[in-house]
Every structure is written in C-alpha cells, then in structure tokens.
C-alpha cells in the first residue's frame, strides 16, 4: 500500500516561514512525480507545485511562485516545500500526491492525474 505522509503544518503569523515535508516510508519516488495541492475552507483543492524526483524538474503556480521552493532528497524518500512569505490567503490544509503521468517537460497540475495522496497538514497563516 502506498502511504505519503506530510508533515510541518503549522500555526504562523504573515511573512513567516515553513516547511512542508511529504515522506514515504515504504514507496519510491523515484518513478513518480510529486506534487504538493492545498485546499482552503469552501474551496476548491488547488495544484501548488510538483517536482520529478529523478530529474529534479519542477514547477509552479502563479500564487506561489518566487516564494515557496518544492525539492526533494532521493535518499530519504522526502519531498519538500519550503514556503516563504506566507499571506493569510495561503492558509489551507497542504496535501502531496505521487503521479505516474509525467514525462518529457510534462509535469501534472489536475487533481485527477495523482494517484496516491496523503492526509494532508494544515497551515494557518494570521495577519
């Protein structure tokens, strides 16, 4: 059974800091792409960044981008994203999802091309 579990949610006030860790303990990521999505109170889950473990290719959304940094280390089987300059509007619940369907400068951002998510780590950010 493949189990992704993040990790570094927490309670921070505007313009602070924090990183968000995705391990899984018996998978490998090495195959999959690895993305990171967050789901606000009433919204809708939205696609923040993703990362291919073997290539190190990543991307980002508008939202996010020049502020939080997705990487990863192979030899602990650990994606993370480390979030700078949060906003109050970046306040949701943070989930990882691992998907197959990735390839060349492909990389997933839909929901429904992840295969395995975790159970999500929430993030408060006061203003």
């Known amino acids: 059974e493949v189990q992704l579990v993040e990790s570094g949610g927490a309670l921070v006030q505007a313009g602070g800091s924090l990183r968000l860790s995705c391990e899984a303990p018996r998978f490998t990521f090495e195959n999959y792409a690895i993305g990171w999505f967050r789901q606000a109170p009433g919204k809708e889950r939205e696609w923040v960044s993703c990362i291919t473990s073997s290539e190190g290719s990543t991307v980002y959304a508008d939202s996010v981008k020049g502020r939080f940094t997705i990487s990863s280390d192979n030899a602990k089987n650990t994606v993370y994203l480390q979030m700078n300059s949060l906003k109050p509007e970046d306040t949701a619940v943070y989930y990882c999802?691992?998907?197959?369907?990735?390839?060349?400068?492909?990389?997933?951002?839909?929901?429904?091309?992840?295969?395995?998510w975790g159970q999500g780590t929430q993030v408060t950010v006061s203003s």
């Open positions: 999802a691992a998907s197959k369907k990735w390839g060349g400068s492909y990389l997933p951002r839909a929901a429904y091309e992840y295969d395995y």
